[in-house]
């Protein structure tokens, strides 16, 4: 629930297909996109092959040599985009920094740090383990990080909520902006990509086999096989809207969340979650311009994600697209990177496509798979996480006044 | 006889705890505090834990507590290893 | 005054799973025996460690801890599930509640790490291999993401509604309740099953406390090991469990007749931007928690009956909880009682808070305190009421609990017995 609208006022992004905001974006434009073969470890005896990595960003110069040494390198990217949105909203010179927050999602913490240390202590012994591994793998270190790096004392937080804390973490943000906190840094930076991940990923299911990166990860297309899981994702800064008059990309104007049990139909929940997020965002379905899917890349998820867009808004009858194509699913760090998106979409009235993917007529929607211009007011982002967790959100451009509001 | 010398502090410094940009570690091992260095208390132990392996030794909690300086890790460790070998 | 009416939460059911007592009522008579469950380590062999010294939880043999699927759970959501179902049972709400209109906001600050370590040992071949050997077992991935731990409760309780895992380190267990209370408040939800999980006693975190020298290396004394606000104390003990709260909106429970353990009046929490593990010594982020935990609460200083200390038996963390009670309670500080269930119940990492909540409940139904146990050698440095060894009577309206956790998080809560204005 969003009680007052929250103001999207810095955008921080690391992604397989951009190091920063604007890479990211005009890479997204472009329908780049950033799957190939895992090269961070060999991946090839595993039954997923493919990634979304982050390529050539080193943050040793950003971070300096402690920094380095006491992170994993989730931490690194998660600090990296964070000092990137709060330059770019400017909080630092606005606020004081005792009355900002961190909110951020997480799902494995700092995993690669974790299995060096596990290697240490089975292989070695206990005086082999770090003296950083109390915390480096623990789930609140990005929060704890940006909050010492940047010097925010406000109430802050960590959610895990599977690939949908992300949105939950924006919506708690927005209500601390309510109850004290001038501004907050919100999102997710996630990745798991070492051995020990990615095992864990395989065991999920959900995971495609294929090999070619052009026809791995295919949201509501009929040859989907399964997610290519990626790392990154982006930092948020909020401030209530009325502080941030003409610095907003977007506002946050809706959220909503719920849980699938195993017992039940997920679309019911999905659909009341969907609707939930409409009603809280006071924007009549007619009124949404984009839909950022949350496509799983399953043809049974995808289906279920397409019959509630069918039934919320009418067989297609509004544009849906699955910037995540490009970069594969990023955990925790998705559905920040496709709020991140849509912020920008909003601003430039564009709405980038959904690479690869060839959509099914069976699922009744409107899949944008070329970039598409043409101003925006009001977009839907839907995320679904492993074992039923499901959010979503309403975000509106800040010059948007809704009729009958 | 010393037997960990302010190079050796050094090198585990660097290897546990990194070196930030700016921080001269060849001037200021010798003149100045780990904290004057930009080091804390968790950098201080991960490079006494790994020179108390690499020597076979672990430095008393009392005695780490007062460690102010690379030259007092040295001593630590120093010492460790000569109670070491009377025992 | 909003003309809105204003939302309240109570707690309606109470759930416990700790060192030396499964179940709520075994946990408080300890509690008041002022019993230690601090012992030689055992959940793994403490040969080769410096602290072997642990709070471990014995769950009855008839807990089960396996899915219907088959499913091996993690010992944090078995210790999660028993303390819910109690907690359920306790509330009774029976049917009363649309599952959508429930939740679940649970607090862990590691997860499944004891199972993630057991699969690792496995796979890897005891640390040979990096690239792990490729068949996991299926659940790998429930241990991977700790949010199952809150999706499994969320299928016994039957929730729809927002399900997640609060993971602020040590004050998870605070933030959680504080989350969840705010999801009644805002009119996300009607109740919410809340509370902390932990379990944590396994090599790999016996071994990172091991190298920031954190715990406690009293391994001949095992039950004197947790000592907080005692002058010997020398680190803390680390030990495991669960609390499970029910948590509904208060009209809601007047409604159905529920009995009422207390009302979750304030919440606070703020991080110090200091450092990953160490504390300020003038504990004023702590403070400032506590601060506005009383300002949500619109309760004074004079007004808070008890203190459920963070106490976690350092030093570092002595000085600091003191200081900051010094600072937002006032000359309050001196006279109230405050003592630390670790000292008995060992430091759970993110379960503690929510256990030590439901201590707090507790305190306010039977008006009883409980005390610090271990406490034979004051510290000059520390001038509060820290009610050794011995419970006392105390007619508890309004009690606070505090937390600090790494990552620099400290949060603050009050609680109070419930008053319906007629």
Known sequence: ?405 | ?87 | MSARQQRRVVVTGVGVVAPGGVGREPFWTQLQEGRTATRRLSNCPPEGFRSQVAAEVDLPADVVATRPDGAVLDRATVFAMVAAREAWDDAAPASHYAAERLGVCLGSAVGATTSLERVYRDMSHEGELWNVVADAPPELYDYFVPSSIAAEVAELVGADGPVSVISTGCTSGIDAVGQAADLIRSGVLDAVVSGATEAPISEITVACFDSIRATSTDNETPERASRPFDATRGGFVLGEGAAVFVLEELTHALDRGATVYAEVVGYGSRCNAHHMTGLRADGAELAEAVTAALDQAQVTAPEIDYVNAHGSGTKQNDLHETAALLRSLGERAREVPISSIKSMVGHSLGAIGSIEIAACLLVLRDGVVPPTANLTTPDPDLPLDYVPNTSRAVAARTVLTTGSGFGGFQSAMVLRTLEVAR
């Open chain 2, 1 to 87: 006889m010393p037997v960990i010398t302010l190079d050796d502090v050094k090198r585990a410094l660097v290897e546990g705890a990194g070196v930030d940009a700016g921080v001269d570690l060849e001037r200021g091992i010798a003149t100045l505090t780990f904290e004057e260095l930009g080091y804390d208390s968790l950098a201080v132990l991960e490079t006494g834990l790994r020179l108390g392996r690499e020597n076979g030794v672990e430095i008393d909690d009392e005695q780490l507590a007062d460690i102010e300086t690379p030259q007092d890790l040295a001593d630590a460790v120093n010492q460790a290893l000569a109670e070491a070998a009377v025992a």
């Open chain 1, 1 to 405: 629930m969003i009680r007052e609208p929250a103001a999207i006022t810095g955008i921080g992004i690391v992604s397989p297909i951009g190091n920063d905001r604007e890479a990211h974006w005009i890479a997204q434009q472009k329908g780049v996109h950033g799957i190939a073969a895992v090269e961070r470890f060999d991946a090839s005896s595993y039954a997923s092959t493919l990634a979304g990595e982050v390529r050539d960003l080193d943050p040793a110069p950003a971070l300096g040599g402690r920094l380095m040494s006491s992170t994993d390198w989730m931490t690194q990217m998660s600090l990296v985009a964070a000092a990137e949105a709060v330059a770019d909203s400017g909080i630092a010179e606005r606020h004081e920094p005792g009355r900002c927050g961190v909110f951020t999602a997480s799902t494995a913490g700092g995993y690669e740090f974790g299995q060096r240390e596990l290697q240490n202590l089975w292989s070695r012994g206990p005086k082999y383990v770090s003296a950083y591994q109390s915390y480096a793998w623990f789930y609140a270190v990005n929060t704890g990080q940006i909050s010492i790096r940047h010097g925010f004392k406000g109430h802050s937080g960590v959610v895990v909520a599977d690939a949908a804390g992300a949105l939950d973490a924006l919506a708690s943000s927005a209500a601390h902006l309510h109850h004290g906190n001038a501004a907050m840094v919100s999102g997710a930076v996630d990745g798991t990509l070492c051995p020990w991940g990615w095992v864990a990923h395989v065991a999920g299911g959900g995971t495609t086999s294929a090999s070619d990166p052009e026809t791995a990860y295919l949201p509501f297309d009929p040859r989907a096989s399964g997610a290519v899981v990626g790392e990154g994702g982006a930092h948020l800064v909020l401030e209530r809207a009325a502080d941030a008059t003409g610095r907003a990309y977007a506002l946050l104007v809706g959220h909503a969340s719920g849980f699938v049990r195993s017992s039940q139909d997920p679309t019911t929940v999905l659909r009341r979650v969907v609707e939930a997020a409409l009603a809280d965002a006071d924007v009549r379905p007619d009124r949404i311009d984009l839909v950022l899917a949350d496509g799983a890349g399953t043809v049974a998820a995808d289906a279920d994600e397409a019959a509630v867009l069918r039934s919320v808004f009418g067989p297609r009858r509004v544009p849906v697209t699955v910037p995540k194509a490009a970069v594969g699913r990023l955990q925790a760090g998705g559905a920040a990177l496709d709020v991140a998106v849509a912020a920008l979409a909003l601003r430039d009235g564009l709405t980038p496509p959904t690479v690869h993917s060839q959509v099914d007529p069976a699922h009744g929607i409107d899949l944008v798979t070329e970039p598409r211009a043409g101003s925006l007011n009001s977009v839907l982002v839907v995320a679904r996480g492993r074992g039923g967790f499901v959010s979503a959100v309403v975000l509106t451009s800040p010059h948007h006044h809704p009729e009958g509001a």
